[in-house]
């Protein structure tokens, strides 16, 4: 049995803050700095998939209710640190803040915003935790 090992020691396609982000990746930084509920789900596909920390949201319906408590009620903010563009998926590393528990987050607090962009909508958004840039 042959096996392949690569190892990659650079991320390919690599932009920093200053390149253009897709408007809808724009507007949703905005809604969410802004706590614009209505602005924030305008920004999704009806039927796109949101997954937070290992919790699937499906459609807009959902991706609201789960938003308008965690994101938009919790008046979450972030600040772009990095921005990467693999194959037409845009990679969004943000430190993050806002009016949650804190109490099981790290200080500071760095996500990875991972999205699938369609037709100018959002069609997948995953979230995770940064362990390279968070705190310990």
Same mark, same amino acid.
Request: aromatic residues 12%.
């Given at each position: 049995?042959?096996? #392949? /090992? @690569? ?8 932009m920093?803050? %200053? &390149?253009? #982000?897709?408007a809808?990746?724009? =507007?949703? !930084?905005d809604?969410v700095? +802004?706590?614009?509920?209505? %602005?924030? !789900?305008? @920004? ?5 998939? @949101? ?5 699937n949201f ?8 789960? =938003?308008?408590k965690?994101?938009i009620?919790?008046? /979450?903010?972030?600040? *772009?640190?990095? *921005? *990467?563009?693999?194959?037409? +998926? $845009? ?8 009016? $949650?528990?804190?109490?099981?987050s790290?200080?500071p &607090? $760095? #996500?990875? $915003?991972f ?5 100018? +909508? !959002?069609?997948? #958004?995953?979230? &995770?935790?940064n362990?390279?840039?968070s705190?310990k």
């Amino acid at each position: 049995m042959r096996y #392949l /090992v @690569c190892s990659i020691k650079q991320k390919p396609h690599t932009m920093n803050t %200053k &390149t253009p #982000l897709p408007a809808v990746i724009k =507007s949703f !930084i905005d809604a969410v700095n +802004e706590h614009d509920s209505d %602005k924030f !789900i305008a @920004c999704f596909a009806q039927d796109a998939l @949101c997954n937070d920390f290992q919790r699937n949201f499906w459609g807009r319906e959902a991706i609201k209710k789960w =938003s308008d408590k965690e994101m938009i009620g919790d008046k /979450v903010t972030f600040t *772009v640190d990095e *921005v *990467v563009e693999h194959y037409g +998926e $845009y990679f969004i590393t943000a430190l993050t803040d806002g009016n $949650y528990d804190k109490s099981k987050s790290p200080d500071p &607090t $760095y #996500l990875d $915003y991972f999205f699938t962009i369609r037709d100018n +909508e !959002i069609v997948r #958004l995953l979230i &995770t935790k940064n362990r390279e840039k968070s705190a310990k």
